[in-house]
């Protein structure tokens, strides 16, 4: 079992920034690839960033040059930097741990979830 408690989401007017933090417990939190994901109202859920278990990262087209995923192994934490946000990424952010070591974009490829955190950013 795994434990994931995302923080860090927030109101930000468009242009800010907003650090999100996912803590994980359990399992050895090194030995897998992490992800953030995120879901606006009515829509899927959809991919996000994520980074392999070596520090391979990858990311949506949507994000790519704004945000930046990054992991410290030693506090079993992942962090999402999201730079230059716009109202467009206003959403619930979640942190998902996959089954295995690689990178993976889609929510099939993930095992344990955390509950959210809401990133509103304003016009």
């Known amino acids: 079992q795994a434990q994931l408690v995302e923080s860090g989401g927030g109101l930000v007017q468009a242009g800010g920034s907003l650090r999100l933090s996912c803590a994980a417990s359990g399992r050895p939190f090194s030995a897998y690839a992490m992800g953030w994901f995120r879901q606006a109202p009515g829509m899927q859920r959809e991919f996000v960033a994520a980074?392999?278990?070596?520090?391979?990262?990858e990311y949506a087209n949507s994000v790519k040059g704004r945000f930046s995923i990054s992991r410290d192994n030693a506090k079993n934490t992942v962090y999402l930097q999201m730079n230059s946000l716009k109202p467009e990424d206003t959403a619930v952010y979640y942190c998902?741990?996959?089954?295995?070591?690689?990178?993976?974009?889609?929510?099939?490829?993930?095992?344990?979830w955390g509950q959210g955190t809401q990133v509103t950013v304003s016009s």
């Open positions: 980074i392999s278990r070596n520090g391979d990262s």
């Open positions: 998902a741990r996959a089954f295995g070591l690689r990178v993976a974009t889609s929510t099939d490829d993930y095992q344990y």
